[in-house]
């Protein structure tokens, strides 16, 4: 248990299945010698919990050092037990203070914010004063649409208790001892059938609460010179730990964070791509054959020497969805342009023919631009061509960097396209 203001670990307890020497003994069917029985604990491990947590309350009381608050998840029934066993007036925080009527108002503004409607967002939102910003967890950062998805978050989001999330804390320094003890006492090394882990876990609490000065403070706690080099490391470690918790606070340090676990997430979806079929479920078992093959990543030989080609273009298809068929290709290279249109292999959609002129007669298996039939070719072929523009750019005898500038809703088109 660790106090809110202080971070300082307040109490702890541990609980003990087996015992070596007593199981060692009823093996070899004799009495066992005398020892400090480490056993404890007869019940379930799921049970350890709320009784570890009562008994470290009930300890705290007969120190004159009563808890009022406790703060903890709701995976367990300790915060029951606490208030019949120990005090009935200890009050239960889960895991954001406020207030609940705010909150509760608050709440479908949450699920509104990621579908574009920010009016009822507050001043954490950036949007209302920067349209052009962007969702960081969201695909491509771009706004939800599907309305089915909105009705059930909405749902979600108004059966939970207000009154109760405006109580809300952290437990992280719990989550952060935790790591400590890791340390001390691997989960793959088994301590519990002695005093092992007992020592494990009170060094873990010293390093908790005293800092890597803990061991110069045991040894001269027993008459012992706990030497230079034990007191010098025990600084530097200190010294480190304090440098890096404070660092971890600033605004800086947290937007480096972002953009590198963003930079990762590309870079991860890239190679995704280039590598074709490599692990997924039952990706043998399937009828289809998986994709072998390696798209070959940029060489970075002679970057200095590469000539970049800029090219904007734009695509037109038959809606507004990812699955739509492309209707025509533009380009344009400086002085070279490129306009090609595509037979649709869909009906085009009167808002598609509303902002690009474009209508399909099927029965005379013409495209008309504004009324006037335009030649067109099979999709495929249009792409062909394209390439070929592309590659028309770049000068053989150099090496040549093909630039494509797109809007994000034209990229995933092409990108459906091209799967």
Not at 217 to 243: C, F, M, W, Y
Request: with cysteine; hydrophobic share 30%.
């Amino acid at each position: 248990m660790i106090g809110k203001k202080t971070g300082k670990v307040v109490g702890y307890s541990a609980r003990y299945k087996r015992c070596r020497k007593c199981d060692v003994a009823k093996f070899k069917k004799r009495l066992p010698t005398k020892h400090k029985c480490r056993k404890n604990w007869c019940g379930s491990a799921k049970s350890m919990e709320p009784d570890m947590i009562v008994e470290i309350l009930k300890d705290a009381k007969k120190k004159d050092t009563p808890v009022i608050t406790l703060i903890g998840d709701d995976d367990c029934t300790a915060f029951n037990r606490a208030r019949c066993e120990v005090d009935s007036c200890l009050e239960k925080v889960t895991q954001n203070k406020g207030d609940s009527d705010r909150i509760k108002n608050s709440l479908p503004s949450v699920v509104l914010h990621q579908f574009g409607n920010h009016d009822g967002c507050g001043d954490w939102c950036q949007m209302k004063n920067k349209p052009t910003a962007k969702h960081r967890n969201l695909p491509w950062g771009a706004d939800l649409k599907d309305e089915n998805l909105k009705k059930d978050l909405l749902k979600v989001f108004t059966d939970l208790d207000p009154g109760k999330m405006s109580k809300l804390d952290s437990s992280n320094p719990n989550e952060s001892f935790n790591n400590t003890v890791r340390s001390k006492a691997p989960k793959d090394k088994h301590y519990s059938e002695s005093g092992s882990l007992a020592h494990r876990l009170s060094a873990a609490v010293c390093q908790k609460n005293e800092g890597y000065k803990y061991v110069a403070q045991v040894h001269e706690e027993l008459g012992l010179s706990p030497g230079i080099a034990t007191t010098v490391t025990a600084a530097i470690r200190d010294k480190d730990v304090n440098r890096k918790r404070t660092v971890a606070k600033t605004k800086e340090f947290k937007l480096q964070r972002l953009k590198l676990k963003s930079q990762r997430s590309s870079e991860t979806r890239s190679h995704e791509i280039r590598e074709g079929d490599t692990y997924c479920s039952n990706v043998i078992a399937d009828a289809q054959e998986p994709d072998l093959t390696v798209i070959p990543g940029p060489s970075e030989d002679n970057c200095e020497h590469i000539e970049k080609v800029v090219v904007f273009y734009d695509l037109e298809t038959t809606g507004l969805s990812r699955q739509s068929s492309i209707t025509q290709i533009s380009a344009v290279c400086e002085e070279q342009e490129f306009n090609r249109y595509a037979t649709p292999t869909q009906e085009i959609s009167e808002d598609a023919c509303r902002v690009t002129g474009l209508k399909f007669n099927t029965a005379t298996n013409e495209l008309l631009y504004n009324d006037e039939p335009v030649s067109h070719k099979h999709p495929q072929q249009v792409l062909l061509d394209f390439i070929q523009f592309l590659m028309s750019l770049c000068a053989s005898d150099k090496h040549t960097l093909c630039l494509l500038l797109i809007t994000i809703g034209d990229l995933t088109v092409s990108y459906y396209l091209i799967n």
